[in-house]
């Protein structure tokens, strides 16, 4: 069964860096594309980016792109988000999903907060 | 980037009728579209693929249809559990854009 188990919710202060996980299982995890999306409070969903964990071929919506750093590292499976510098902004529920045949299988969520 | 307009942006409807959700692509991809439905504190849930193709489990009340630019979500007779926040997603072409979003609430 294709699992793709999130890190547990964060509260951060602005300022702060951060790297949430998805682990995959469950398929060869070099093999599919995992994307990572956004959705802040009370609002639409926004894909931030993908990687392909076999050669790190990774690819940024223009909104996110140097706002954040994707990351895979295939010997445990598990690809990150990750921020330097939070900001209150970045307050949201992140998704990460697993690209299939013609369909996208996802992570449970995690939620980060950023509050001073 | 491909823009993904969807409409309407929500919907009030009544248990059983016959509801139609649109997304219109800014340039053609293919068959390269997803329908997704999200309950409130829940990850997306995969509906249609490939624009048409029914994911296993779901019942067969949803329906999509659609290639190149114009694409639709039928779900012919609601039921309870329907009501629902829907998205489309295309991923055509990096970066993959999700439509805006249809609210479905109970009449």
């Known amino acids: 069964e294709v699992q793709l188990v999130q890190s547990g919710a964060e509260v951060k202060k602005p300022g702060e860096s951060l790297k949430i996980s998805c682990k995959g299982s469950?398929?060869?995890?070099?093999?599919?594309?995992i994307g990572w999306v956004r959705q802040m409070p009370g609002k639409g969903l926004e894909w931030m980016g993908i990687?392909?964990?076999?050669?790190?071929?990774?690819r940024y919506s223009p909104s996110f792109q140097g706002q954040v750093t994707i990351s895979a590292d295939k010997s445990i499976s598990t690809a990150y988000l990750q921020w330097s510098s939070l900001k209150a902004s970045d307050t949201a529920m992140y998704y990460c999903a697993r690209r299939s045949s013609g369909w996208w299988d996802w992570g449970q969520g995690t939620l980060v907060t950023v509050s001073s | 980037a491909i823009q993904m307009t969807q409409s309407p942006s929500s919907l009030s409807a009544s248990v059983g009728d016959r509801v139609t959700i649109t997304c219109r692509a800014s340039?053609?991809?293919?068959?390269?579209l997803g329908w997704y439905q999200q309950k409130p504190g829940k990850a997306p849930k995969l509906l249609i693929y490939?624009?048409?193709s029914l994911q296993s489990g779901v019942p067969s009340r949803f329906s999509g249809s659609g290639s190149g630019t114009d694409f639709t979500l039928t779900i012919s007779s609601l039921q309870p559990e329907d009501f629902a926040t829907y998205y489309c997603l295309q991923d055509y072409n990096s970066p993959y854009t999700f439509g805006q979003g249809t609210k479905l609430e109970i009449k």
């Open positions: 340039q053609g991809i293919r068959n390269d």
């Open positions: 990687i392909y964990p076999g050669d790190s071929d990774t």
């Open positions: 490939a624009a048409s």
């Open positions: 469950g398929y060869s995890f070099t093999s599919y594309w």
